[in-house]
């Protein structure tokens, strides 16, 4: 997958199209990615234990990878990444815009 958690990402497609966040998990068996502030939805828990809250909570869910797009943090634009090998033989992700390591 293209982006991996704590990445900073922006939203390509869909109603929250423009919205910058940060990935918090990503499933790579789906395909799909819970990006920080982006899909929000309501639900309507009711409580199981005694002294438990219920009530509507609003909580993120899953998009699809492809909807979302890797953000630079050094030239701060939605950019493709390459891979490189480093001095040290690392496998290291590189900008396509800017060339720095991401």
Request: glycine fraction near 8%.
């Amino acid at each position: 997958m293209h982006v991996k958690t704590n990445d900073t990402v922006v939203v390509l497609a869909g109603r929250d199209k423009g919205v910058q966040g940060k990935v918090m998990s990503a499933d790579l068996k789906a395909g799909k990615v819970l990006v920080e502030g982006v899909s929000v939805a309501k639900r309507h828990k009711k409580p199981r234990k005694q002294g438990e809250p219920g009530g509507i909570i609003t909580m993120e869910t899953p998009i699809h990878a492809s909807k979302v797009m890797r953000v630079c943090p050094k030239c701060n634009k939605p950019t493709r990444h390459a891979h490189r090998f480093d001095k040290e033989g690392k496998k290291v992700r590189i900008c396509k815009k800017c060339d720095a390591e991401i």
